[in-house]
């Protein structure tokens, strides 16, 4: 069993930046991709970014990478995402979830992920 708990949302303006923090309670962090994902009311999760066990990273876009930063402390047992420039359209709530297949394979797709955190709600202002 793995406990992910987000923290770091809140409100803030547009331009803005965030640093969203998931902490785990596993023995075995350090083998899992973790990755981000966001979501808005009516749609599915959508994927953020993503980093694998050897710390190679995943990003949506050049856009989202361009303004995103996901990294991980494996003696922290947390992966973070920094958010920077923030937009409207970042909204949403933001979930951190845990792929447990230890592979090289950086997953981008929710249905790959075993476990979720309750995700951590993030609105910009306009």
């Known amino acids: 069993q793995v406990h992910l708990a987000e923290s770091g949302g809140g409100l803030v303006e547009a331009g803005g930046s965030l640093r969203l923090s998931c902490a785990a309670s596993?023995?075995?962090?350090?083998?899992?991709?973790l990755g981000w994902f966001h979501q808005t009311p009516g749609k599915d999760r959508e994927f953020v970014a993503a980093?694998?066990?050897?710390?190679?990273?995943?990003y949506n876009s050049d856009s989202v990478k361009e303004r995103f930063t996901i990294s991980r402390d494996n003696a922290e047992k947390t992966v973070y995402l920094e958010m920077n420039n923030l937009k409207p359209e970042d909204t949403g709530i933001y979930y951190c979830?845990?792929?447990?297949?230890?592979?090289?394979?950086?997953?981008?797709?929710?249905?790959?992920?075993?476990?979720w955190g309750q995700g951590t709600q993030v609105t910009v202002a306009s």
């Open positions: 596993t023995r075995h962090f350090n083998r899992y991709t």
């Open positions: 979830g845990a792929d447990l297949w230890y592979t090289d394979h950086i997953a981008a797709v929710g249905s790959e992920y075993d476990y």
């Open positions: 980093v694998g066990w050897r710390g190679d990273t995943k």
